[in-house]
Protein backbone atom coordinates (compact mmCIF):
# COMPACT_ATOMS: atom_id res chain seq x y z
CA UNK A 1 0.00 0.00 0.00
CA UNK A 2 1.45 3.53 -0.94
CA UNK A 3 1.95 5.17 2.16
CA UNK A 4 0.23 8.45 2.21
CA UNK A 5 1.90 10.22 5.35
CA UNK A 6 4.99 10.36 3.27
CA UNK A 7 3.57 11.36 0.51
CA UNK A 8 2.00 14.00 2.10
CA UNK A 9 5.39 14.99 3.65
CA UNK A 10 7.05 14.97 0.72
CA UNK A 11 4.70 17.52 -0.50
CA UNK A 12 4.96 19.16 1.98
CA UNK A 13 8.88 19.86 1.46
CA UNK A 14 8.28 20.63 -2.10
CA UNK A 15 5.81 23.27 -1.57
CA UNK A 16 7.18 24.94 1.15
CA UNK A 17 9.41 27.17 -0.32
CA UNK A 18 5.65 28.88 -1.53
CA UNK A 19 4.35 29.63 2.20
CA UNK A 20 5.24 33.70 1.95
CA UNK A 21 3.23 33.60 -1.02
CA UNK A 22 0.40 31.61 -0.28
CA UNK A 23 0.13 32.71 3.08
CA UNK A 24 -0.77 36.41 1.65
CA UNK A 25 -2.78 34.89 -1.12
CA UNK A 26 -5.23 32.54 1.16
CA UNK A 27 -5.45 35.28 4.57
CA UNK A 28 -7.86 33.37 7.23
CA UNK A 29 -10.44 34.36 9.08
CA UNK A 30 -11.88 33.06 12.49
CA UNK A 31 -14.96 30.97 12.08
CA UNK A 32 -17.56 29.46 14.42
CA UNK A 33 -20.52 28.36 14.87
CA UNK A 34 -22.96 27.24 17.50
CA UNK A 35 -22.92 23.58 19.11
CA UNK A 36 -25.78 21.91 18.66
CA UNK A 37 -24.06 18.58 20.24
CA UNK A 38 -26.16 16.46 22.61
CA UNK A 39 -23.36 16.95 25.26
CA UNK A 40 -25.10 20.30 25.45
CA UNK A 41 -29.03 19.20 26.61
CA UNK A 42 -26.71 18.58 30.29
CA UNK A 43 -25.98 22.61 30.48
CA UNK A 44 -29.71 23.01 29.81
CA UNK A 45 -29.64 26.96 31.90
CA UNK A 46 -26.12 27.99 30.75
CA UNK A 47 -25.92 31.79 30.11
CA UNK A 48 -22.81 33.29 28.19
CA UNK A 49 -20.83 35.99 31.12
CA UNK A 50 -20.84 39.33 28.84
CA UNK A 51 -18.18 40.54 26.27
CA UNK A 52 -15.08 42.54 27.32
CA UNK A 53 -15.43 45.90 26.64
CA UNK A 54 -12.61 49.11 26.70
CA UNK A 55 -9.44 49.03 27.77
CA UNK A 56 -8.25 46.36 30.21
CA UNK A 57 -4.54 44.39 31.22
CA UNK A 58 -3.68 41.20 32.87
CA UNK A 59 -0.54 39.16 33.56
CA UNK A 60 -2.30 35.98 31.39
CA UNK A 61 -4.96 36.18 28.70
CA UNK A 62 -6.20 32.86 27.82
CA UNK A 63 -7.23 32.76 24.46
CA UNK A 64 -10.21 29.93 24.28
CA UNK A 65 -12.73 28.41 26.50
CA UNK A 66 -12.01 24.48 25.85
CA UNK A 67 -10.64 21.86 27.84
CA UNK A 68 -7.02 23.76 27.32
CA UNK A 69 -8.42 27.23 28.02
CA UNK A 70 -10.14 26.40 31.11
CA UNK A 71 -7.60 23.55 32.63
CA UNK A 72 -4.89 26.35 32.09
CA UNK A 73 -7.15 28.79 33.63
CA UNK A 74 -8.01 26.32 36.85
CA UNK A 75 -4.42 25.22 37.34
CA UNK A 76 -2.16 28.73 36.65
CA UNK A 77 -5.37 30.68 39.01
CA UNK A 78 -4.64 27.97 42.08
CA UNK A 79 -0.44 28.25 41.27
CA UNK A 80 -0.66 31.93 41.20
CA UNK A 81 -3.54 33.60 42.98
CA UNK A 82 -2.03 37.07 42.48
CA UNK A 83 -2.13 37.05 39.02
CA UNK A 84 -4.74 38.86 37.10
CA UNK A 85 -5.72 35.97 34.80
CA UNK A 86 -8.04 36.46 31.79
CA UNK A 87 -9.86 34.29 29.89
CA UNK A 88 -11.23 35.27 26.63
CA UNK A 89 -13.96 32.77 24.61
CA UNK A 90 -14.96 33.77 21.09
CA UNK A 91 -18.52 32.47 21.77
CA UNK A 92 -19.38 30.32 24.71
CA UNK A 93 -17.70 27.94 27.43
CA UNK A 94 -17.57 24.77 25.31
CA UNK A 95 -18.53 25.72 21.75
CA UNK A 96 -15.54 23.66 20.46
CA UNK A 97 -14.78 20.47 20.44
CA UNK A 98 -14.69 20.13 23.59
CA UNK A 99 -18.35 20.82 23.59
CA UNK A 100 -18.83 18.43 20.12
CA UNK A 101 -16.33 15.50 20.76
CA UNK A 102 -17.33 11.47 21.04
CA UNK A 103 -16.87 11.68 24.58
CA UNK A 104 -14.12 9.05 25.01
CA UNK A 105 -11.72 9.96 27.79
CA UNK A 106 -9.30 7.70 26.70
CA UNK A 107 -5.33 6.87 27.62
CA UNK A 108 -2.56 7.16 25.24
CA UNK A 109 -1.82 9.63 22.48
CA UNK A 110 -2.50 9.72 18.62
CA UNK A 111 1.60 9.95 18.21
CA UNK A 112 3.35 6.86 17.30
CA UNK A 113 6.58 8.37 18.62
CA UNK A 114 4.51 7.68 22.27
CA UNK A 115 5.54 3.44 21.38
CA UNK A 116 8.83 4.35 20.18
CA UNK A 117 10.48 2.32 23.27
CA UNK A 118 8.80 0.62 25.80
CA UNK A 119 10.03 3.26 28.73
CA UNK A 120 8.14 5.91 26.25
CA UNK A 121 5.05 3.57 26.21
CA UNK A 122 5.14 3.46 29.99
CA UNK A 123 5.60 6.90 30.46
CA UNK A 124 3.14 8.16 28.50
CA UNK A 125 0.43 5.71 29.82
CA UNK A 126 1.71 6.84 33.28
CA UNK A 127 1.15 10.41 32.54
CA UNK A 128 -2.00 9.92 30.45
CA UNK A 129 -3.37 7.81 33.26
CA UNK A 130 -2.67 10.12 35.96
CA UNK A 131 -4.76 12.59 33.92
CA UNK A 132 -7.53 10.69 33.65
CA UNK A 133 -7.70 10.17 37.85
CA UNK A 134 -6.29 14.15 37.97
CA UNK A 135 -9.92 14.87 36.16
CA UNK A 136 -11.83 12.32 37.89
CA UNK A 137 -10.51 13.98 41.39
CA UNK A 138 -11.40 17.98 40.18
CA UNK A 139 -15.11 16.61 39.43
CA UNK A 140 -15.58 14.69 42.76
CA UNK A 141 -13.31 18.00 44.56
CA UNK A 142 -15.69 20.59 43.20
CA UNK A 143 -18.66 18.53 43.39
CA UNK A 144 -19.02 18.93 39.28
CA UNK A 145 -22.58 18.20 37.82
CA UNK A 146 -20.84 16.38 35.08
CA UNK A 147 -21.67 12.83 33.56
CA UNK A 148 -18.71 10.44 33.33
CA UNK A 149 -18.42 6.72 33.61
CA UNK A 150 -14.75 5.11 33.65
CA UNK A 151 -16.19 1.44 32.84
CA UNK A 152 -13.58 0.71 30.20
CA UNK A 153 -12.61 1.70 26.17
CA UNK A 154 -12.11 -1.00 23.64
CA UNK A 155 -10.32 -0.64 20.79
CA UNK A 156 -11.75 -3.40 18.11
CA UNK A 157 -10.27 -5.03 15.54
CA UNK A 158 -11.62 -5.51 12.04
CA UNK A 159 -9.53 -8.31 10.51
CA UNK A 160 -7.93 -11.50 12.17
CA UNK A 161 -4.30 -10.63 11.46
CA UNK A 162 -4.46 -7.38 13.23
CA UNK A 163 -6.01 -8.50 16.24
CA UNK A 164 -3.71 -11.35 16.73
CA UNK A 165 -0.77 -8.18 16.36
CA UNK A 166 -2.70 -6.68 18.98
CA UNK A 167 -3.37 -9.42 21.07
CA UNK A 168 0.57 -10.00 20.86
CA UNK A 169 1.57 -6.54 21.62
CA UNK A 170 -1.01 -6.45 24.53
CA UNK A 171 1.39 -9.39 26.23
CA UNK A 172 4.20 -7.42 25.53
CA UNK A 173 3.16 -4.30 27.43
CA UNK A 174 1.65 -5.75 30.52
CA UNK A 175 5.74 -6.05 32.43
CA UNK A 176 5.40 -2.21 31.94
CA UNK A 177 2.49 -2.82 34.26
CA UNK A 178 -0.39 -1.15 31.45
CA UNK A 179 -2.92 -3.44 32.15
CA UNK A 180 -4.60 -3.62 29.31
CA UNK A 181 -6.05 -6.84 27.93
CA UNK A 182 -7.28 -8.83 24.81
CA UNK A 183 -10.84 -10.13 24.56
CA UNK A 184 -11.51 -12.91 22.04
CA UNK A 185 -14.79 -12.83 19.84
CA UNK A 186 -16.32 -14.91 22.05
CA UNK A 187 -15.51 -13.13 24.86
CA UNK A 188 -16.28 -9.74 23.33
CA UNK A 189 -19.78 -11.48 22.46
CA UNK A 190 -21.26 -11.24 26.49
CA UNK A 191 -19.96 -7.33 26.74
CA UNK A 192 -20.63 -5.77 23.54
CA UNK A 193 -21.72 -7.98 20.91
CA UNK A 194 -20.22 -6.06 17.79
CA UNK A 195 -20.34 -8.09 14.05
CA UNK A 196 -17.36 -8.62 12.12
CA UNK A 197 -15.05 -8.25 14.94
CA UNK A 198 -11.82 -10.17 15.53
CA UNK A 199 -10.73 -9.33 19.01
CA UNK A 200 -10.25 -6.46 20.90
CA UNK A 201 -8.15 -4.37 23.43
CA UNK A 202 -9.86 -3.52 26.61
CA UNK A 203 -8.09 -0.70 28.58
CA UNK A 204 -9.98 -0.76 32.19
CA UNK A 205 -9.10 2.27 32.90
CA UNK A 206 -10.80 4.82 30.18
CA UNK A 207 -13.96 5.75 29.89
CA UNK A 208 -16.76 8.32 29.16
CA UNK A 209 -17.27 12.25 29.66
CA UNK A 210 -19.93 15.02 28.96
CA UNK A 211 -17.40 17.96 27.79
CA UNK A 212 -19.56 20.44 27.54
CA UNK A 213 -20.57 19.98 31.53
CA UNK A 214 -17.23 19.80 32.14
CA UNK A 215 -15.69 22.52 30.84
CA UNK A 216 -19.30 25.01 31.84
CA UNK A 217 -19.46 23.74 35.26
CA UNK A 218 -15.29 25.02 36.07
CA UNK A 219 -16.57 28.35 35.08
CA UNK A 220 -18.17 29.15 38.56
CA UNK A 221 -14.86 27.59 40.25
CA UNK A 222 -12.88 29.73 37.96
CA UNK A 223 -14.89 32.87 38.13
CA UNK A 224 -14.40 32.39 42.46
CA UNK A 225 -10.64 31.80 42.12
CA UNK A 226 -10.53 35.51 40.48
CA UNK A 227 -10.29 34.34 36.54
CA UNK A 228 -12.14 37.10 34.84
CA UNK A 229 -14.25 35.76 31.56
CA UNK A 230 -15.64 37.27 28.70
CA UNK A 231 -17.64 34.89 26.30
CA UNK A 232 -18.81 36.09 22.86
CA UNK A 233 -15.51 38.10 23.05
CA UNK A 234 -13.13 36.92 20.01
CA UNK A 235 -9.85 37.84 19.76
CA UNK A 236 -9.23 38.97 16.74
CA UNK A 237 -5.60 40.30 16.69
CA UNK A 238 -2.31 39.62 18.79
CA UNK A 239 0.21 42.31 18.86
CA UNK A 240 3.19 40.45 19.94
CA UNK A 241 6.04 42.29 22.39
CA UNK A 242 7.26 41.98 25.97
CA UNK A 243 3.84 43.17 26.70
CA UNK A 244 0.94 42.04 24.07
CA UNK A 245 -1.80 43.78 23.04
CA UNK A 246 -5.33 41.99 21.95
CA UNK A 247 -7.75 43.17 20.46
CA UNK A 248 -11.54 41.86 20.12
CA UNK A 249 -14.34 44.01 18.44
CA UNK A 250 -14.79 45.79 21.51
CA UNK A 251 -11.45 45.94 23.90
CA UNK A 252 -7.98 46.07 23.94
CA UNK A 253 -6.41 43.77 26.45
CA UNK A 254 -2.16 44.86 27.45
CA UNK A 255 -0.80 41.59 29.04
CA UNK A 256 2.56 39.92 29.75
CA UNK A 257 1.40 36.23 28.37
CA UNK A 258 -1.30 34.83 26.47
CA UNK A 259 -2.05 30.73 26.06
CA UNK A 260 -3.52 29.92 22.87
CA UNK A 261 -5.84 27.28 23.68
CA UNK A 262 -7.64 27.57 20.44
CA UNK A 263 -6.54 24.87 18.89
CA UNK A 264 -8.54 23.81 15.34
CA UNK A 265 -9.14 26.79 15.06
CA UNK A 266 -5.26 28.55 16.04
CA UNK A 267 -4.21 29.14 12.01
CA UNK A 268 -7.07 31.74 12.08
CA UNK A 269 -4.86 34.09 14.48
CA UNK A 270 -2.11 33.53 12.06
CA UNK A 271 -0.77 31.00 14.74
CA UNK A 272 0.80 27.75 13.42
CA UNK A 273 -0.59 28.09 9.84
CA UNK A 274 2.13 25.09 8.52
CA UNK A 275 1.40 22.89 11.06
CA UNK A 276 -1.99 22.08 11.98
CA UNK A 277 -5.27 21.72 10.03
CA UNK A 278 -8.93 21.90 11.26
CA UNK A 279 -10.40 18.27 10.26
CA UNK A 280 -14.57 18.12 10.60
CA UNK A 281 -16.24 15.33 12.13
CA UNK A 282 -19.59 14.44 12.24
CA UNK A 283 -21.07 12.79 15.13
CA UNK A 284 -24.65 11.79 15.96
CA UNK A 285 -26.64 10.58 18.78
CA UNK A 286 -29.60 8.05 19.50
CA UNK A 287 -32.06 8.96 21.77
CA UNK A 288 -31.92 7.19 25.28
CA UNK A 289 -32.51 3.75 25.28
CA UNK A 290 -33.12 1.53 28.68
CA UNK A 291 -30.63 -0.58 29.91
CA UNK A 292 -32.57 -3.92 28.83
CA UNK A 293 -33.03 -2.30 25.52
CA UNK A 294 -29.27 -1.82 24.57
CA UNK A 295 -28.50 -5.21 26.32
CA UNK A 296 -30.75 -6.44 23.51
CA UNK A 297 -28.49 -5.11 20.71
CA UNK A 298 -25.85 -6.61 22.29
CA UNK A 299 -24.41 -3.78 24.01
CA UNK A 300 -24.22 -4.84 28.08
CA UNK A 301 -21.24 -3.76 29.34
CA UNK A 302 -18.27 -0.76 28.60
CA UNK A 303 -18.60 2.88 27.70
CA UNK A 304 -16.85 3.23 24.49
CA UNK A 305 -15.32 1.10 21.16
CA UNK A 306 -13.25 2.80 18.09
CA UNK A 307 -12.30 0.30 15.71
CA UNK A 308 -9.07 -0.11 13.62
CA UNK A 309 -9.78 1.85 9.98
CA UNK A 310 -8.27 4.66 8.87
CA UNK A 311 -11.78 6.89 9.20
CA UNK A 312 -12.28 5.35 12.26
CA UNK A 313 -15.49 4.74 13.89
CA UNK A 314 -15.64 6.21 17.83
CA UNK A 315 -18.57 5.37 19.51
CA UNK A 316 -19.84 5.91 23.12
CA UNK A 317 -22.64 4.27 25.66
CA UNK A 318 -23.62 7.64 27.83
CA UNK A 319 -24.69 7.74 30.87
CA UNK A 320 -28.21 7.82 29.85
CA UNK A 321 -27.86 4.80 27.48
CA UNK A 322 -27.81 7.10 23.89
CA UNK A 323 -25.29 5.83 21.35
CA UNK A 324 -23.10 8.48 20.42
CA UNK A 325 -21.39 8.37 16.71
CA UNK A 326 -18.58 9.12 15.33
CA UNK A 327 -16.81 9.18 11.74
CA UNK A 328 -17.20 5.59 10.23
CA UNK A 329 -16.80 6.58 6.46
CA UNK A 330 -14.75 8.95 4.01
CA UNK A 331 -18.04 11.06 4.05
CA UNK A 332 -18.17 11.84 7.63
CA UNK A 333 -14.52 13.19 7.75
CA UNK A 334 -14.00 16.63 5.77
CA UNK A 335 -11.47 19.26 5.05
CA UNK A 336 -12.61 22.71 4.09
CA UNK A 337 -10.61 24.52 1.94
CA UNK A 338 -8.22 27.43 4.10
CA UNK A 339 -8.72 25.96 6.77
CA UNK A 340 -12.35 26.68 7.18
CA UNK A 341 -13.77 25.66 11.06
CA UNK A 342 -17.34 25.60 10.40
CA UNK A 343 -18.93 23.46 8.14
CA UNK A 344 -21.60 25.24 6.18
CA UNK A 345 -25.23 24.55 6.79
CA UNK A 346 -24.53 22.03 9.59
CA UNK A 347 -25.70 19.61 10.18
CA UNK A 348 -28.56 19.57 7.21
CA UNK A 349 -26.02 19.81 4.54
CA UNK A 350 -23.88 16.35 5.89
CA UNK A 351 -27.09 14.31 5.21
CA UNK A 352 -24.85 11.51 3.29
CA UNK A 353 -22.47 11.74 5.73
CA UNK A 354 -24.96 11.06 8.89
CA UNK A 355 -26.34 8.14 6.49
CA UNK A 356 -22.92 6.23 5.64
CA UNK A 357 -22.66 6.39 9.50
CA UNK A 358 -25.71 4.98 9.90
CA UNK A 359 -25.02 2.32 7.99
CA UNK A 360 -21.75 2.03 9.58
CA UNK A 361 -23.05 1.92 12.90
CA UNK A 362 -25.31 -0.69 11.40
CA UNK A 363 -23.05 -3.11 10.52
CA UNK A 364 -21.32 -3.11 13.82
CA UNK A 365 -24.55 -3.66 15.72
CA UNK A 366 -27.75 -4.96 13.40
CA UNK A 367 -30.20 -3.97 16.06
CA UNK A 368 -29.83 -0.18 15.81
CA UNK A 369 -31.48 0.41 12.39
CA UNK A 370 -34.52 1.80 13.83
CA UNK A 371 -33.16 3.86 16.92
CA UNK A 372 -34.16 7.47 16.69
CA UNK A 373 -31.36 9.81 16.02
CA UNK A 374 -31.85 13.12 18.24
CA UNK A 375 -28.61 15.03 17.43
CA UNK A 376 -26.50 15.44 14.50
CA UNK A 377 -23.37 17.58 14.63
CA UNK A 378 -20.01 18.80 13.26
CA UNK A 379 -16.79 20.00 15.13
CA UNK A 380 -13.20 20.11 14.35
CA UNK A 381 -10.48 18.65 15.12
CA UNK A 382 -6.91 19.91 15.23
CA UNK A 383 -4.63 17.40 13.58
CA UNK A 384 -1.21 17.75 12.65
CA UNK A 385 0.74 15.97 9.79
CA UNK A 386 2.61 13.23 12.08
CA UNK A 387 -0.26 13.31 15.09
CA UNK A 388 1.91 14.91 17.24
CA UNK A 389 0.49 17.42 20.25
CA UNK A 390 2.37 20.54 20.50
CA UNK A 391 2.69 22.04 23.75
CA UNK A 392 5.19 24.76 24.63
CA UNK A 393 5.75 28.43 24.72
CA UNK A 394 7.17 30.65 21.23
CA UNK A 395 7.60 34.29 20.51
CA UNK A 396 10.82 36.82 20.60
CA UNK A 397 10.06 37.18 24.62
CA UNK A 398 9.05 34.07 25.09
CA UNK A 399 5.42 35.15 25.96
CA UNK A 400 3.00 33.13 23.68
CA UNK A 401 2.36 29.87 25.01
CA UNK A 402 0.26 27.25 23.25
CA UNK A 403 -1.36 23.62 23.23
CA UNK A 404 -2.94 21.97 20.36
CA UNK A 405 -3.25 19.63 17.90
CA UNK A 406 -4.62 16.87 19.97
CA UNK A 407 -5.07 14.74 17.00
CA UNK A 408 -8.37 13.10 17.86
CA UNK A 409 -7.06 12.61 21.68
CA UNK A 410 -7.83 15.97 23.42
CA UNK A 411 -10.46 14.82 25.83
CA UNK A 412 -7.57 13.34 28.28
CA UNK A 413 -4.91 15.11 27.17
CA UNK A 414 -6.10 18.67 26.54
CA UNK A 415 -7.32 18.68 30.45
CA UNK A 416 -3.36 17.70 31.06
CA UNK A 417 -2.40 20.63 29.25
CA UNK A 418 -3.16 23.02 31.97
CA UNK A 419 -0.95 21.57 33.92
CA UNK A 420 1.88 21.61 31.48
CA UNK A 421 1.76 25.08 30.71
CA UNK A 422 1.51 26.13 34.41
CA UNK A 423 4.73 24.17 35.13
CA UNK A 424 6.54 25.60 31.80
CA UNK A 425 5.37 29.13 32.80
CA UNK A 426 7.12 28.55 36.12
CA UNK A 427 9.61 26.95 34.68
CA UNK A 428 9.17 23.72 36.91
CA UNK A 429 8.64 21.87 33.88
CA UNK A 430 11.30 18.73 34.47
CA UNK A 431 8.57 16.13 34.78
CA UNK A 432 7.11 16.90 31.25
CA UNK A 433 9.91 16.83 29.44
CA UNK A 434 10.77 14.34 26.69
CA UNK A 435 7.11 13.39 26.20
CA UNK A 436 6.03 13.16 22.74
CA UNK A 437 3.94 16.38 22.86
CA UNK A 438 6.16 18.69 24.84
CA UNK A 439 7.93 21.09 23.06
CA UNK A 440 8.03 18.73 19.97
CA UNK A 441 8.90 19.78 16.65
CA UNK A 442 6.21 19.40 13.69
CA UNK A 443 6.27 18.58 10.02
CA UNK A 444 4.97 21.29 7.89
CA UNK A 445 1.88 20.96 6.13
CA UNK A 446 1.73 22.45 2.50
CA UNK A 447 0.00 25.68 1.30
CA UNK A 448 -3.27 25.94 0.08
CA UNK A 449 -3.91 24.85 -2.58
CA UNK A 450 -1.54 22.03 -2.32
CA UNK A 451 -2.80 21.44 0.95
CA UNK A 452 -6.48 21.05 -0.24
CA UNK A 453 -5.36 18.73 -2.85
CA UNK A 454 -3.71 16.53 -0.89
CA UNK A 455 -5.93 15.72 1.54
CA UNK A 456 -8.25 14.53 -1.25
CA UNK A 457 -5.34 12.31 -2.21
CA UNK A 458 -4.47 11.25 1.05
CA UNK A 459 -8.70 10.25 1.71
CA UNK A 460 -8.63 8.65 -2.05
CA UNK A 461 -4.98 6.71 -0.98
CA UNK A 462 -5.84 5.18 2.40
CA UNK A 463 -10.14 5.32 2.29
CA UNK A 464 -11.13 2.54 4.48
CA UNK A 465 -7.69 1.17 5.43
CA UNK A 466 -5.99 -0.12 8.64
CA UNK A 467 -4.24 2.69 10.23
CA UNK A 468 -0.63 2.70 9.75
CA UNK A 469 0.08 3.08 13.69
C1 LIG B 1 -16.26 15.62 16.49
C2 LIG B 1 -15.10 15.45 17.43
C3 LIG B 1 -14.95 14.26 18.12
C4 LIG B 1 -13.90 14.09 19.02
N1 LIG B 1 -13.85 12.96 19.78
C5 LIG B 1 -12.88 12.84 20.72
C6 LIG B 1 -12.91 11.76 21.62
O1 LIG B 1 -13.85 10.96 21.65
N2 LIG B 1 -11.87 11.64 22.50
C7 LIG B 1 -10.83 12.53 22.53
O2 LIG B 1 -9.91 12.37 23.32
N3 LIG B 1 -10.83 13.61 21.71
C8 LIG B 1 -11.84 13.79 20.85
N4 LIG B 1 -11.89 14.91 20.08
C9 LIG B 1 -10.84 15.94 20.25
C10 LIG B 1 -11.07 16.80 21.49
O3 LIG B 1 -12.42 17.12 21.63
C11 LIG B 1 -10.21 18.06 21.34
O4 LIG B 1 -8.88 17.69 21.17
C12 LIG B 1 -10.29 18.98 22.55
O5 LIG B 1 -11.62 19.27 22.87
C13 LIG B 1 -9.51 20.25 22.28
O6 LIG B 1 -9.79 21.17 23.32
P1 LIG B 1 -9.33 22.66 23.16
O7 LIG B 1 -9.77 23.37 24.37
O8 LIG B 1 -7.89 22.71 22.84
O9 LIG B 1 -10.08 23.19 21.87
P2 LIG B 1 -11.62 23.60 21.69
O10 LIG B 1 -12.51 22.81 22.54
O11 LIG B 1 -11.91 23.61 20.22
O12 LIG B 1 -11.68 25.06 22.26
C14 LIG B 1 -11.14 26.16 21.59
C15 LIG B 1 -12.01 27.35 21.95
O13 LIG B 1 -11.36 28.52 21.49
C16 LIG B 1 -12.34 29.42 21.03
N5 LIG B 1 -11.66 30.34 20.12
C17 LIG B 1 -11.12 30.03 18.93
N6 LIG B 1 -10.54 31.12 18.39
C18 LIG B 1 -10.72 32.12 19.28
C19 LIG B 1 -10.36 33.50 19.27
N7 LIG B 1 -9.70 34.05 18.24
N8 LIG B 1 -10.72 34.25 20.33
C20 LIG B 1 -11.38 33.71 21.39
N9 LIG B 1 -11.75 32.41 21.42
C21 LIG B 1 -11.42 31.63 20.38
C22 LIG B 1 -13.37 28.53 20.37
O14 LIG B 1 -14.63 29.16 20.28
C23 LIG B 1 -13.37 27.32 21.28
O15 LIG B 1 -14.37 27.41 22.28
C24 LIG B 1 -12.94 15.12 19.18
C25 LIG B 1 -13.08 16.32 18.48
C26 LIG B 1 -14.17 16.50 17.64
C27 LIG B 1 -14.33 17.79 16.93
Known amino acids: ?28 SLQTDENRSVWTEGTPFYEPLPPLRGETSADLVIIGGGFTGTSTAYHFSRRYPEKRVILLEARTIGNGASGRNGGHLLNGLADPRSHATPEMTRRVHETTARGIQNLIALIQRHNLAVDHQLGGALRVFT ?4 AEKAHQYSEEIAPLGIAETFLTPAELQHKLNLQGVHGAILDPLAGQING ?23 VIRVEEGRNIQLHTPAATVKTQAIVLATNGYTTQL ?5 AIFALHSHVFATAPQSAAELAALGWREHDVYSDDLDRISYVARTSDRRIVFGGGSNASYAYRFNNQSVYPGSPERAKPAFAAMKRTLQQYLPGSVGLPITHRWTGT ?22 ALGYC ?43 RWLGYQLFTGLTGKAPRTQ
Open 1 to 28: MVDAHRVLARAAAITAPTWGLFEHLFPE
Open 159 to 162: DAER
Open 212 to 234: AQLTRSLRPILLEAGVAIYENTP
Open 270 to 274: GYFRD
Open 381 to 402: LGYTLARNTLMGVRGAHRNVFY
Open 408 to 450: GHGVNLANIAGEVLTDLYSGDDERWRGLPFYDSQYLRIPPEPF
